[in-house]
């Protein structure tokens, strides 16, 4: 079956630690996105990738870095100068990005990532 | 900038009573509306969405319509199941989204409904 797939479910990060967020998808979807989600609160934009190789900031991309060597993967690391890390992390992918109206986000189930 | 307002929840209803979930939006220009519903412990999936003034989306009994003259997109269901308990947002995506603002899509704050048998 086609997805997404984000790994793991359940990730704690210590003082002063980097982690890393995994996220696949087979969609073969040009555009992948990260989102981060807290209580009360809609999705915020932390980074996104239109193609390979390339990606830009979000609206709240400081504290993280993504990197996009194939297509399939995005990978977010949360770094030690994020000081406030505990929320549910989205990442999503979406077809064709010359394409206007196709605005369809597809959705990975999450992982939440909370400082011991 | 844009944004999305939805009415404060959580939202608890009993089975087969009618729904509304209030959504307003300020952006320039025409954006696209959607709605998107996230269930315990998953991503989110989109509901319905809809493209241009007076479209209405509808999906599962849910439906919406794009009111442009009082920017709002408020979804509705005439009769709510326990199935139907999850988290509903309500987003924009610019009308000039293309390049760089391709799929940056505003999200509301979500609104939390439980249906009770």
């Known amino acids: 079956d086609g997805g997404i797939t984000q ?5 704690f990060r210590k003082e002063g630690q980097n982690v890393t ?16 989600q807290d209580p009360g609160q809609g999705l915020r934009l932390i980074y996104y990738s239109q193609i390979v190789n390339d990606f830009q900031k979000g609206d709240i991309a400081e504290g993280y ?3 996009r060597e194939k297509k399939e993967s995005f990978p977010l690391t949360v ?17 064709r990005r010359d394409t206007p109206t196709n605005e369809k986000l597809f959705f990975g189930s999450g992982t939440q990532l909370s400082v011991l | 900038g844009d944004s999305v307002t939805q009415m404060e929840g959580p939202v608890t ?13 300020t952006a320039t220009g025409y954006p696209s509306l959607f709605w998107y519903v996230q269930y315990p412990g998953e991503g989110l999936q989109l509901l319905l969405k809809a493209t241009k003034a ?6 599962k009994g849910f439906e919406a319509t794009y009111r442009k003259e009082t920017t709002s997109f408020h979804l509705e269901k ?7 308990s999850a988290v509903y947002f309500c987003a924009l995506l610019p009308g000039n ?12 704050q979500g609104t939390i409904l439980t249906v009770h048998p």
């Open chain 1, 21 to 36: 967020l995994s996220c696949e998808q087979n969609l073969n979807h040009d555009a992948m996105y990260w989102y981060r």
């Open chain 2, 78 to 84: 005439g009769s709510v199941q326990v199935s139907d």
């Open chain 1, 79 to 95: 770094t030690s100068a994020q000081k406030n890390p505990t929320a549910f992390y989205l990442c999503a992918s979406s077809p």
């Open chain 2, 97 to 108: 989204a293309g390049g760089t603002s391709y799929g940056k899509l505003t999200f509301g």
């Open chain 2, 13 to 25: 209803l009993s089975e087969e009573a009618f729904l509304t979930i209030n959504c307003t939006y």
């Open chain 1, 7 to 11: 790994s793991p479910k359940y990730l």
């Open chain 2, 54 to 59: 007076d479209d209405k989306g509808s999906n």
């Open chain 1, 65 to 67: 870095s993504v990197s």
